[in-house]
């Protein structure tokens, strides 16, 4: 980690400004846009859903509008590497003629401030998938041309559990530096070589630490570190070991019973990176071809052309969603599919709480023994599901 | 609530039913509960937080609901149109189902409240508004005292209407392009939805693709449009499309201007009687068909 230095507020707005007149997209947490009804603007009631939701990700001009401090965006930094919907490429077809337009691959250059250490992680995480057999270009190249300082978070809430999934509130995997918040700006420490070299083109901004700077930073660090111990804790390899050896255990009907599938936890998800290809015709002869954002969540996911479904109802389907973020993604890439941030348990309005069912399997998987003996244990009762 | 876990315990234990659909307090707020035993019936709760249309279990689709046999559902008033929707559409056996009705005086806006909500303007679902159905009908046991009238909301779904019948037609095409360019295509709007019965939606049909899958302002257009229309004279108004969207898109509104515009030409309120034929079910000479030339 290079050393600290401080980047006041003040330098933050020049920061920002000297970024944007260069042409670098700066990407961070702002209030949540979108439009209103003219003339009701001032008798919309307030948001219901709280703090989480009123923040999303978005390209700032200004400084001013990001949004530096406590708060969850509603969607993941992810749709910055992966949009819900991108261009693979189009085609022309005269004749024999077949003209192919591909998209490009070279990306300007993006820095995000601010991301949350959850949602940097993620990306890294991902990139296990994204440069395994095939390497993906776009999103390879995305994450090469974007450079990103993880904000330290202070806990948002009580369904946060990075710790759990090898992260912390703190934790610098994926992004290039930290960002931590002390009085009057924040103490700023570059991790990878793209981030001292981000540091280094840009020196004027940045400053020696104030006096007690260097411990208000770690303060601020470890009461985070205090509060998330407070939340819910499994051991993963444990629920891994006894999602690998139990996939028809009746354990699984009672987890996923009152899921609605609609999908809305893959989305917000930072780590679900599912996709669907389609051709979109465009015309005679001419079209698009897309990919966009898939669930396995959907009964069509897994729909076979001979109208048999593998996952014939929503249990399978949910069981899924565990078994590939903590069995399946951990024994392929040696990282569990999730980061903590607690996005799908904000976002599921039925109530599905992953936070609380990997705890149940966790203790389930203690109950029934570490052999993973399902035959040994009872089930508990559908109601008694978390 | 001793009434209520009461008469499902009793319904558990004669094995009138095999599970109680209801709702239970959580870490996050009111959910669903699926109680089998009389322990699990003794953490049945109804409050302010209820909203959840829990009619959306006895769509035919969910499997691994019909796999649990007998339900009993506990349901609101205005749940009650759900389940008449999927009996006045042959997609229910009323004998399949107890239906426990609870007295409701209004819900919130948000079932994830730590604690029920007190109503005000600012905290009561705007569709509670002129609710008509706070006694539900349809049902096989009544629980609960009858409850106070809700308040008025700060602004009601009307006046939301209203206010965007009032612009342009280029305004409110503004409006619902940028509403509707948030969509990321998850169909959570279509999973929660208690009348979206298809075996096979439209968007899932890809021999043709009627409908665009990628989230471009004209696959996000045709999707919501189609499924707006598909509910005309079907939506119970339940707004749960509308709190599902993780994207926050405000469908209660469409959907609202569509019953108005259902009840302008046809005469037909949303009813919680499953003898009232729905426009879509039904033919009239009188009907209006100016658009037949």
Redesign the interface.
Known sequence: MSEALFLSNDALRDLVAGLVAAGTAVIGPAP?G??S????EE????T???IY?ALEYREVRDADELALGPGMP??SLKQFFLP??ETLFSWKQRGADVEIRETPIAFNPRVVLGAKPCDAAALEIVDGVMDWEYRDELWNGRREATTIFALACAVED??CFCPSVGAAPDTVKGADGLLTPITGGFLVQATTAKGEAFLAANRARFAAPPAGGADEARAYREAALARIGENAQIDAARVRDWIEHHFEDPFW?TL?????????C???CPTCHCF?I?D?EEGVGCGTR?R??D?CQ?G?FTLHASGHNPR????ARYRQRINHKFAVYPLKFGEVLCTGCGRC???C???Q?I??ILVAIDEYAQRTGESGDASAATGP?????P | MKELRDLARQLLADGTVD?VVGWED????????????P??AG?LIFDTRCL?NLA?YLNPR????T??GKLALVIKGCDAKAVAGLLREAQLDRDRVVLIGVRCGGV?????APEPVALT???VAPRCFGCDNREPHLVDHLVGDPRPEPPA???TLD??VA??D??TPE?RW??WT??FD?C?????CR??CPMCVCERCVA?KSRP?WI?????PR?NLSWNVTRALHLAGRCVGCG?CE??????IPLATLNRKLQQVVEQRYDYRVADDPEVTAPIGDFRLDDQQEFIK
């Open positions: 949540a979108g439009p009804i003219p003339g009701l008798r919309q009631p307030p219901a859903k709280g939701g509603r969607l819900q919907s009580d369904h009907a996923g019973v009152r899921c609605n599938g609609c999908g809305a893959t989305m917000v669907d389609v979109e897309r966009c954002w669930t959907a069509k014939a109802d929503q249990i348990v904000r976002t309005q039925m109530g709480n936070g609380e009762a559908a109601g008694a599901a | 599970v959580s870490p996050r707020g009111a959910r669903p509960i699926f109680a089998t035993t322990d699990d953490k959840h959306t969910r499997k691994q609901v796999d649990l919130c806006e948000d079932s994830m303007p600012e905290t909301p700060l602004l006046e939301r206010a965007l009032a612009l305004q503004e409006y940028a509403q948030k990321v295509r998850c169909y959570a999973q929660v899932d693709q665009e899958t990628a989230s471009h696959g749960e709190r599902f969207c993780p994207a926050g």
